[in-house]
């Protein structure tokens, strides 16, 4: 997963030493389950996420076509057609704790651990981009069924 960070920003993010972030991922130490809890939280993740292949973390949950999404107070929700013209990413989070996401899903999935949850969207007028709060979780409208499906391919 890209979150955008050098090692050291996430390693503080996840508070752990950069160091011992490092023999992590090169795989010189074998983390406790306390470590696991942190990387996953860092990430906005399961546990259990972290041991499984790649493809299979970021996969939409089956059998389940329209997840519920995070709704402004105005009625847009986050949806599929968010993803930021420049980078091809979704960006989530207030200016201060921004993170981008190269998938819906897992932007999405980062969105649930939020408290509230706050995404970037374009303004009204077109010009720049502004962040929104979530008020309510419904499901996806049918609208962004078509450019959903196009994130599970």
């Given at each position: 997963?890209?979150?955008?960070l050098s090692q050291?920003?996430?390693?503080?993010?996840?508070?752990?030493?950069?160091?011992?972030?490092?023999?992590?991922?090169?795989?010189?130490?074998?983390?406790?389950?306390?470590?696991?809890?942190?990387?996953?939280?860092?990430?906005?993740?399961?546990?259990?996420?972290?041991?499984?292949?790649?493809?299979?973390?970021i996969k939409p949950?089956?059998?389940?076509?329209?997840?519920?999404?995070?709704?402004?107070?105005?009625?847009?929700?986050?949806?599929?057609?968010?993803?930021?013209?420049?980078?091809?990413?979704?960006?989530?989070?207030?200016?201060?704790?921004?993170?981008?996401?190269?998938?819906?899903?897992?932007?999405?999935?980062?969105?649930?651990?939020?408290?509230?949850?706050?995404?970037?969207?374009?303004?009204?007028?077109?010009?720049?981009?502004?962040?929104?709060?979530?008020?309510?979780?419904?499901?996806?409208?049918?609208?962004?069924?078509?450019?959903?499906?196009?994130?599970?391919?």
């Amino acid at each position: 997963m890209k979150m955008g960070l050098s090692q050291e920003d996430f390693a503080n993010h996840a508070e752990i030493a950069r160091s011992y972030m490092s023999r992590v991922e090169r795989g010189k130490a074998e983390p406790k389950f306390s470590v696991i809890q942190k990387l996953s939280t860092a990430l906005g993740v399961e546990p259990k996420t972290l041991f499984e292949p790649p493809s299979e973390a970021i996969k939409p949950p089956a059998n389940k076509p329209l997840p519920n999404v995070p709704f402004a107070k105005d009625g847009t929700c986050f949806n599929p057609s968010l993803r930021q013209a420049q980078t091809g990413e979704f960006a989530v989070g207030s200016k201060s704790d921004r993170r981008k996401f190269k998938g819906f899903y897992e932007a999405l999935h980062y969105l649930e651990t939020m408290k509230p949850a706050e995404w970037v969207r374009p303004t009204a007028s077109g010009k720049g981009s502004g962040v929104v709060v979530a008020v309510d979780w419904k499901p996806l409208p049918k609208q962004y069924l078509k450019a959903l499906k196009a994130e599970k391919s």
